[in-house]
């Protein structure tokens, strides 16, 4: 366990044969590797005197070289395929050269100013925090997902096309806007020329604000929610796979498989009968996913015991409700089997059945999660079981083609990218 994670510094070096990854490509994908090296807990800074050591990416004939250089050096081969299994690789071969080769504990030669972004309501920027990435480099600025005292905030909030900007001390939360980002069409030149305007904003509010004995502004990347200010820097636990190599995948989960079991009553006219049921669902934790949802109801009438079970998938849409709650809408369909039996003798028959289901969900802890679900539904099929052959015979058994349950359902999930 290491009490903090080292400083690194990211180049690329350039290559003159023209067989090689296209210099622009070769930024695009440092900017990507310092976001994602942000979000597993790591300070990037622009100058290697700042950092603890440096990993430097260089084009080969077949993929990319991935090094590593601190008291010690590691290098890494990375085939080529397709983007984002390229990129991965190189994440991981980054973080585990820098877990190999640098020592957080080490003073720094030169300390950079440093910045820290936070996206107001969690909604994380991953274009403009990437341009920051290329920025940054130029402007000699450290990039720190953890401001410490002197460091400076920056809180971003998207508004359509702009964006405004709140900056304050890592000791306090950042006060009014000072500044609107225009990220005009959304491409890279655009979130660039806005990055570098918030570049130039911190430098000039920290020289006004510091006055001459400022020892500098740093960047915060947070998303809101997390840790304050003021919050000691936890302890890190480096996670390794079996082969005893670093897990690559610390930063917040994006997407998720997620598999809940909850119970509750199915009320279908003016019969409440008990409802059990299971989910799975894979997806996006903000955004569209897929469900697979299989309900039991079991009921009885005279001398008639009956179990309806309905299998039904379909899309869903996932939103986040607060800080640790969670609202979720599906649309499935599917098949309802009617099951029953009446002395010794059991028969069956189909339906096609539709449901839109609505939860909300509330974080326990980690990623286990308590729900209240509403299940409206119907089937093709009005079910009826009489006590003789004749139509005009009494009714033994009886539910009408729609139903709405309710439920308390617990579940557990588990992160896929």
């Known amino acids: 366990m290491l009490a903090a994670r080292p400083t690194v510094a990211v180049e690329v070096q350039p290559s003159q044969r023209a067989t090689d990854i296209d210099p622009e490509a070769m930024i695009t994908l440092r900017g990507w590797l310092v976001r994602r090296l942000l979000e597993e807990g790591y300070d990037v800074a622009a100058d290697p005197a700042g950092a603890h050591g440096v990993v430097h990416l260089r084009p080969a004939s077949d993929g990319l070289v991935v090094e590593a250089q601190g008291r010690g050096q590691r290098s890494f081969a990375v085939e080529g395929g397709p983007e984002a299994v390229l990129r991965l690789e ?30 107001v309501d969690g909604a994380l ?20 997902d953890q401001p410490r005292p002197g460091d400076t905030v920056a809180c971003v909030e998207r508004r359509g096309s702009l964006a ?10 950042c006060g009014l806007p000072l500044l609107v980002l225009d990220l005009a069409d959304g491409s890279t030149a655009s979130y660039r020329h806005a ?18 004995e400022a020892t500098g502004e740093v960047l915060d990347m ?11 820097m936890p302890g890190i636990v480096v996670e390794l796979d079996d082969d005893g190599e670093l897990v690559a995948m610390h930063g917040p989960a994006r997407a998720e498989m997620r598999v809940g079991l ?6 279908r006219g003016p019969n409440a009968d008990a409802l059990i049921q299971a989910g799975w669902r894979a997806g996006k934790i903000r955004g569209v996913g897929g469900r697979l949802s299989l309900s039991v109801v079991p009921s009885s009438g005279e001398n008639i015991r009956v179990v309806d079970s309905r299998l039904v ?21 599917g098949t309802d089997i009617h099951t029953f039996a009446v002395g010794d003798r059991t028969a069956a028959d189909v339906a096609f059945a539709a449901e839109l289901p609505v939860s909300y969900a509330y974080t326990l802890r980690g990623s286990a999660r308590l729900h209240l679900v509403v299940t409206p539904g119907i089937s093709t099929t009005t079910w009826e079981h009489r006590s003789g052959v004749a139509r005009d015979d009494r009714i033994r058994w009886a539910r009408p083609s729609w139903r709405i349950g309710v439920g308390v359902a617990i579940s557990h999930g588990w992160r896929i990218e």
């Open 195 to 212: 990055a570098s305007e918030l570049i130039d904003v911190v430098h000039r509010s920290a020289a006004n604000d510091a006055g001459p």
């Open 222 to 232: 947070r998303t809101l929610g997390g840790p304050g200010p003021s919050d000691p």
């Open 164 to 173: 405004e900007v709140a900056l304050g001390p890592a000791e306090a939360e």
């Open 262 to 267: 909850s119970a509750g009553v199915a009320t």
């Open 313 to 333: 998938i379909g899309p869903d849409w996932e939103l986040k409700a607060g800080e640790r709650g969670h609202v979720d809408f599906a649309a499935l369909v």
């Open 125 to 144: 920027d991953e274009a403009l925090l990437e341009a920051m990435a290329v920025v940054a480099d130029d402007a000699g600025v450290t990039l720190t």
């Open 90 to 119: 190189v994440l991981h071969r980054a973080l585990l050269g820098v877990e190999q080769t640098c020592d957080a504990r080490a003073p720094l030669a030169e300390p950079e100013p440093g910045l820290a972004l936070r996206f």
